[in-house]
């Protein structure tokens, strides 16, 4: 008996040796496969370029050992990320480190390579002695040869390396097409003249395939993107044509274009009237034919002469050169620029704009516009006055990105059968200056070269190429891990490694958001989840069964242990029918088949959650789009994590009809669906609101509010605030088929924000139905009609995750907004369709007996029209330089409103039972206070999980 059990213990450590012997060599592999495509400091694109590689390319670095200190962190930056793109590569790429200082051979080939030695003091025994030292890498491909000649910082580095293994190893690169019409060199200082764009066309050709083109001939797709720049000749209809025709295939553009050419040799403007700008005005694309002219501005050197008599080169400021001190800080395309200098640049009128724009910078709050036809740009008329004081007139735009919907400017010509007559994926940059890019320019102001650079990678889709050229090692590396790793041993490493990868499981490889985690790590005590699932679940359910089951498990493994879960996957007990009954989770009936019979079977789809004495549910998990969502709200719920502050104003507080003799409270709906994952609470702007006031929904004022009612709103928004504005210009009464212009103060306050609601209500051949009682013979009878003042939203900004994942969104009585008086960044969120039309007062005509028997798409044909939008960046205050309001702050950038022109959006009745509107309100609120990951979770669908 002994014998055997013997016998079985021997063959159990047998078992448990090979299956930990597995479990290792497994480890082992995931270490080692880790190690060859760890990926994890590499950018996007560098991997890319990484695998595709055919051949072996060899990096050499020439480095000196005796670099001065401050060079140190240089070359163990550099050694770390070679061995990064070594490992990568998996085998294609290996590096090496040389120092050619008492090697002559070494001198020779870094010679070759056009490597050549800098002079530089080193510390030497506390003494400064100049040495030759060496900071170069080079690239031998085949037999090819491409260098770094000097390695002067990590910025950037990791562009430069990946851009020359590209150009080495000669993948293909995208094509940039570029046109102009101005060939002539030009000066560039000191006697030197130059083809007027050389530095822009030399470096967008390190990374693209540069082809001029004069547009006589169509421009295929595969162009990536397009520049244009200096058009002052009328264009023929054929390169027009085949202009438009590239953007109607979706076609990217970048236009640096003079609205006013200007000569500040003979003090000369006028404004350059080519057809170009026709075209451009039919896309909804204006620069003024003005010159803006900022007190933030370059300098020219005037001859002076001085005392003795003598002429000299005086400094003077010239206020038609801006150098941009305000950008849009959310945009990768200008974040991280250097100085951006403006020569001779209009400003962009917004009021034209057809679909989205977005700037992307401003001339300062000291700005002024000069027009024609007589152009004040002489020098002498500002030399000797205090800019400042001159030129007030406030910021104005100075470049900017438009993209969405472009309608052909040859749509409905007979002449051109056959041209595309739209597009909704097209975009164009857009400066109003030339002088941004030619060479005296760029030549001095390298965030001038930058934004061009920036442009096209943007346009041509390498966002990841932005990012590199301003990577900082600061912000990606950390040197004290680098260090860690280049001097431990393999043996530390493998251990580092083995605990990395029991840890990926529960933190780094997470399918869950960045807000679930939060939440996780947040919890005090043990909370546990139990899932009541029927084992005889329909086989459509099967899914939503495995998605649940694997989410659990994210959260358990996740929470370090203050989560567990139980999946209970049988009810047929009756403990625990009454044990789901308590936690408020009783069972749906449902047909099933079976055996190709069908069968009426109760079934549990509920999840019930413990923490502490406390007990939540969800009852039953119809589906897994947006479980994520629901699970962290009911655990943040559960375990009294705070909750964010959203402050509700309304002074409309009637209740409405909902039919069959039902009424409710206004905002019932919204507000209950907000207080689910906020704390609520409602104020009258009577008191000041402090900035620990995440955000403020307002809705439906309809009457004056007192002066301290408008300061406190004015005051929690130059603190940063952030608001929602449900906010009718006119107020509707469809049963009565009356409207009238809301003439509130508030209004008043908007407008000196540059938020502007047109007095009008708009039309839309999209819309909702009423229903409308008729007669016929003896019988009334209900009759569905189609109501053009309840418009459906069919176009959004689809780029903005605010609107992005929402379902259908239903206007009720909504205005337009206009973006004329637009002082910030606007950016739209949903419009009116094509089809479209408006009512303006002083009488209304909105009854729907005009519409019954109409075409609407015929007599409603206007174009789209801004239905909702958001402003955020500078704001100045409606009380600035009120000396009743000595204290008041007079200016932020941190704000941000949301502005949707219609109360009835959100109030019960309306808007309420849409669920699209519930959704846009909630992920606004969300947008706002920053909990992106939210909006994110309520759509999450299985299809986001790998099973």
Do not use: W
Request: proline content about 4%; overall charge negative.
């Amino acid at each position: 008996m002994n014998r055997k059990i013997s016998l079985i213990v021997v063959f159990l450590v047998i078992i448990v040796i090979v299956l930990f012997s597995d479990t290792l060599s497994l480890k082992k592999k995931k270490i080692s496969q880790e190690k060859e495509k760890p990926g994890a400091f590499l950018s996007p694109h560098t991997c890319l370029v990484i695998d595709n590689l055919e051949n072996l390319l060899v990096i050499k670095a020439y480095f000196s050992k005796s670099l001065p200190s401050e060079f140190a962190d240089t070359q163990r930056f550099m050694q770390y990320l070679f061995e990064e793109y070594q490992a990568y590569s998996g085998g294609n790429l290996c590096y090496e480190f040389v120092d050619p200082i008492d090697d002559d051979a070494l001198k020779e080939e870094a010679q070759k390579a056009q490597i050549k030695p800098m002079t530089m003091p080193v510390n030497v025994q506390d003494q400064l002695v100049l040495r030759e030292v060496y900071m170069g890498l080079a690239f031998l491909y085949q037999d090819k040869m491409e260098s770094i000649p000097f390695v002067q910082n990590t910025q950037g580095l990791e562009y430069d390396i990946t851009k020359t293994i590209k150009k080495i190893s000669a993948q293909s690169m995208k094509k940039l097409a570029f046109f102009s019409t101005d060939n002539e060199e030009g000066p560039i200082g000191r006697g030197q003249t130059s083809s007027p764009y050389q530095t822009v066309r030399q470096v967008v050709s390190e990374s693209y395939e540069l082809n001029d083109i004069d547009l006589t001939e169509p421009l295929t797709i595969d162009t990536d993107a397009l520049m244009i720049t200096s058009i002052a000749d009328t264009l023929t209809e054929t390169q027009l044509y085949n202009l438009d025709q590239y953007i109607m295939q979706g076609g990217k553009v970048i236009l640096f274009q003079d609205r006013v050419t200007a000569d500040i040799q003979n003090a000369a403007a006028e404004v350059n009237n080519t057809n170009l700008f026709d075209l451009l005005e039919h896309y909804g694309i204006v620069a003024k034919k003005n010159l803006v002219a900022d007190a933030e501005c370059g300098q020219i050197q005037i001859m002076r002469r001085q005392e003795g008599g003598g002429m000299v080169n005086t400094p003077v400021k010239y206020p038609y050169l801006p150098i941009i001190t305000v950008r849009n800080e959310n945009n990768p395309l200008v974040k991280n620029l250097d100085t951006i200098q403006m020569v001779f640049v209009s400003e962009i009128d917004t009021s034209f704009v057809k679909n989205t724009f977005e700037p992307l910078f401003y001339s300062s709050a000291n700005s002024r516009q000069t027009y024609g036809p007589q152009f004040d740009i002489d020098y002498n008329n500002y030399m000797k006055k205090d800019l400042r004081q001159e030129l007030n007139e406030g910021r104005k735009i100075l470049g900017g990105i438009y993209s969405g919907t472009f309608m052909s400017y040859f749509a409905n010509n007979p002449y051109y059968p056959d041209a595309l007559l739209t597009t909704s994926e097209a975009c164009i940059i857009f400066v109003p200056s030339r002088n941004f890019i030619r060479e005296a320019t760029v030549t001095s102001m390298e965030g001038n070269k930058d934004f061009a650079i920036n442009a096209v990678n943007y346009l041509a889709g390498d966002e990841d190429l932005i990012k590199l050229r301003s990577k900082d090692a600061a912000d990606e590396y950390n040197f004290s891990v680098i260090n860690t790793q280049l001097e431990n041993n393999f043996s530390d490493t493998l251990s580092l490694n083995k605990k990395n990868i029991s840890q990926k499981k529960e933190k780094s490889d997470t399918f869950l958001s960045p807000y679930t985690c939060l939440v996780l790590d947040n919890l005090d005590n043990l909370l546990e989840i139990k899932a009541y699932f029927s084992n005889s679940l329909p086989g459509e359910l099967f899914d939503t069964e495995c998605f649940t089951l694997d989410i659990l498990e994210e959260y358990q493994a996740y929470s370090e242990g203050n989560l567990r879960y139980e999946f209970v996957c049988t009810i047929d007990e009756e403990a625990l029918k009454e044990e789901a009954h308590k936690a408020q989770i009783d069972p749906i009936t449902l047909r099933i088949n079976k055996q190709d019979q069908l069968l009426i079977r109760d079934i549990y789809m509920g999840l019930a959650f413990f923490y502490q004495d406390k007990v939540e549910s969800i009852p039953i998990v119809q589906n897994t789009r947006g479980l994520e969502y629901d699970i962290t709200n009911t655990i943040k719920k559960i375990s009294a994590q705070s909750m964010k502050k959203l402050a509700f104003f309304s002074i409309y507080n009637e209740e409405v009809s909902l039919g069959n003799g039902q009424t409710s409270i206004p905002y019932q709906t919204v507000r209950q669906i907000v207080s689910e994952s906020y704390e609520l609470r409602d104020i009258d702007l009577t008191e000041p609101l402090t900035i620990d006031t995440d955000a403020l929904m307002i809705t439906s004022i309809t009457d004056n509010l007192t002066e301290t009612q408008l300061y406190n709103l004015d005051q929690y928004i130059m603190q940063g605030g952030k608001v929602i504005l449900f906010q009718d210009r006119v107020i509707a009464d469809i049963q009565n088929a009356a409207a009238e212009v809301n003439e509130t103060n508030l209004f008043d306050l908007l407008e000196h924000y540059g938020i502007v609601a047109k007095k009008n209500l708009v039309a839309d051949a999209e819309c909702g139905q009423i229903q409308v009682t008729r007669q016929q013979g003896f019988y009334r009878f209900n009759t569905p009609v189609k109501y053009p003042y309840f418009p459906v939203i069919t176009e959004r900004n689809e780029k903005n995750p605010l609107v992005k994942n929402l379902d259908m969104i239903q206007m009720v009585f909504v205005s337009e907004i206009d973006t004329s008086y637009v002082k910030n960044t606007f950016e739209p969120l949903f419009y009116s369709s094509a089809h479209s039309g408006q009512a303006s007062g002083p009488t209304f005509n909105i009854n729907y007996n005009e519409y019954m028997e109409k075409d609407l798409q015929q007599e409603l044909k206007e174009g789209k029209k801004i239905l909702s939008g958001m402003y955020y960046g500078i704001f100045t205050s409606y009380f600035a330089n009120d000396p009743a309001y000595p204290d008041a702050i007079s200016e932020t950038s941190d704000a941000c409103i949301i502005f949707v022109p219609s109360g009835s959006f959100i109030r019960e009745g309306a808007g309420a039972g849409i669920a699209g509107n519930m959704d846009f309100a909630v992920n606004a609120v969300d947008y706002l206070v920053g909990n992106i990951d939210f909006i994110y979770l309520r759509s999450k669908n299985a299809a986001d999980y790998n099973f």
